[in-house]
């Protein structure tokens, strides 16, 4: 059974950091390109980054400098470090894999998570 599941979401103040996990289990998580996205209220749900299958990483405008995405190969485990947090950041936070090539269209990913939700105050 393919599972996606997040964690590490929660409230933090403006200027503070979280840091994502998302725990991937029944398919070949080296054969994936993973992403995390995310989706505001009353927004679009749109990538934030991703990782490709060799490592190499892509993030939207809004976040670079401040997000980091990495993986875990040998734990299955994708990760989201977000710093400098800002409240436009807040959202729900979810992530999604894709066999063979990298895509930011959400209804294309093989793979999907439930989501956390991550809550920045001012």
């Known amino acids: 059974q393919v599972r996606l599941v997040e964690s590490g979401g929660g409230s933090v103040q403006s200027g503070g950091s979280l840091r994502l996990s998302c725990a991937a289990s029944?398919?070949?998580?080296?054969?994936?390109?993973v992403s995390w996205f995310r989706q505001a209220p009353g927004q679009e749900l749109k990538r934030v980054a991703r990782?490709?299958?060799?490592?190499?990483?892509d993030y939207a405008d809004s976040v670079k400098g401040r997000f980091t995405i990495s993986r875990d190969n040998a734990k299955n485990t994708l990760y989201l470090k977000m710093d400098s947090l800002k409240p436009e950041d807040t959202a729900i936070y979810y992530c999604?894999?894709?066999?063979?090539?990298?895509?930011?269209?959400?209804?294309?990913?093989?793979?999907r998570g439930q989501g956390t939700q991550v809550t920045v105050s001012s």
């Open positions: 999604a894999a894709r066999n063979l090539y990298c895509t930011e269209v959400w209804q294309d990913q093989n793979y």
């Open positions: 029944g398919f070949i998580f080296t054969d994936y390109c």
């Open positions: 990782i490709g299958k060799y490592s190499t990483t």
